[in-house]
């Protein structure tokens, strides 16, 4: 009863609803797809269990399966850890420095943020990810980023026991011009296959490899981008904060240096801050070490400066100067901005020439903002938000909010 409790963990029964979601389905039907073909490929096909080869890669493949399903499931069911409802620094002195959710009626501690899917505040919130249907964050971002690794180390060897099945099952049969190809597939030929390979079975074998080769390059790049944060203790909507803390500091010519404050100094620092050997990462999801130039609230003070920022930035008109179709990766946009589009759920909005927004944040590559819509459409309640790429608009040389609110002040 203890081996089951650590391995998965439960806050309540009612975390099981998670996988009604097409994140998981979706994720968990691939892994029974690739997993039950390589092992299907392997036993009957290609490499028999009275080999010892054949035997190492069957406990392979059982291990890879049972280690991905480990840390997904770990992933989903341990969740990132919520600040508690109603939460208040211990120093009430601090809540100054902390901004107030109105939702959980509480602080948001150093590095959480307010989840709108899981309606509450995380803790250091990386993002929220659709696949396991939950936030990465403080208490799963091991489970979840050695997820990421397995993943695509699983599939890669799934698709060559996929390739080589397809290999030697039709290589005596169909002439693909491989004349020059040199295989030595005298141990393959030593036995019967139990079944003939059929065309189901060929069709069954080349749909799962589409889907574990897509599986490695999708789910690797991930991995790369996540271990990317992990290393400078960041987490991605911590890299948006420090791009635009530079952003603020440029705009303004305020003279700041902003040092980011959770990075340790040392990759391997910070990379024992997520990784331990107990599984649990250090720390009590509130209070964290922090640079020594720095203090526990410099990122908070930072991201109260920004808010402030962003509603008198808000007023500041851009207007489209190129047409965008709302795609993610726009590769006409530059590959700057294709390879740097924001790591997030949140819309991309569709652009023509004249198009007015007001942009409240960005990235050196893509701005967030409000399209400026027609006065039938607001009264509709209509709102279209959401990324678009820096390039394709330019600020606006008079901006009549900025105007009319100067105008105001040289009355009064």
Request: hydrophobic share 40%.
């Amino acid at each position: 009863m203890n081996f089951l409790s650590t391995f998965v963990t439960f806050e309540n029964l009612h975390e099981v609803r998670r996988l009604c979601h097409w994140g998981p389905v979706i994720a968990l039907s691939v892994i029974a797809i690739c997993s039950t073909m390589a092992i299907l490929d392997s036993i009957i096909w290609y490499w028999p269990l009275d080999t010892t080869g054949g035997s190492i890669n069957f406990i392979m493949l059982i291990n890879w399966t049972v280690l991905i399903l480990y840390n997904y499931f770990n992933a989903m069911f341990v969740g990132p850890g919520y600040i508690p409802l109603g939460w208040k620094p211990e120093n009430h002195q601090d809540a100054q420095y902390l901004q107030y959710c109105r939702v959980c009626q509480g602080y948001k501690a150093p590095r959480s943020h307010h989840c709108r899917k899981c309606n509450r505040c995380v803790m250091k919130m990386d993002h929220h990810c659709p696949w396991i249907n939950n936030c990465c964050g403080h208490l799963n971002h091991a489970y979840f980023t050695s997820f990421l690794l397995l993943a695509p180390l699983g599939c890669s060897h799934a698709a060559i026991i996929f390739i080589m099945t397809m290999y030697t099952q039709l290589y005596e049969r169909i002439s693909f011009g491989w004349s020059t190809v040199k295989i030595d597939m005298s141990a393959v030929r030593q036995f019967q296959p139990l079944m003939p390979f059929s065309v189901p079975a060929f069709a069954a074998t080349l749909f799962a490899l589409g889907l574990a080769l897509g599986t490695t390059i999708a789910v690797g790049m991930l991995f790369f981008i996540q271990m990317k944060v992990i290393l400078r203790n960041k987490t991605s909507i911590e890299s948006w904060i420090e791009e635009k803390a530079k952003d603020r500091i440029q705009h303004y010519q305020t003279g700041e240096e902003f040092i980011f404050p959770y990075d340790l100094g040392t990759r391997w620092l910070n990379f024992k801050q997520v990784f331990t050997w107990s599984g649990t990462p250090k720390g009590d999801g509130i209070e964290w070490p922090v640079h020594p130039k720095c203090h526990q609230h410099t990122l908070t003070i930072e991201q109260l400066k920004q808010k402030a920022d962003k509603r008198v930035r808000s007023q500041v008109q851009y207007r489209a100067v190129e047409d965008y179709n709302g795609a993610c990766c726009p590769l006409s946009k530059g590959l700057q901005t294709f390879f740097r589009t924001p790591c997030t759920e949140e819309p991309r909005i569709p652009l023509s020439k004249g198009d007015t927004i007001l942009a409240t944040r960005g990235t050196k590559w893509w701005m967030y903002g409000d399209k400026v819509l027609s006065e039938e459409q607001m009264r509709a309640g209509e709102r279209v938000r959401g990324w678009f790429p820096r390039r394709c608009v330019e600020k606006c040389h008079y901006d009549t909010a900025a105007s009319d609110s100067t105008s105001e002040k040289k009355v009064n």
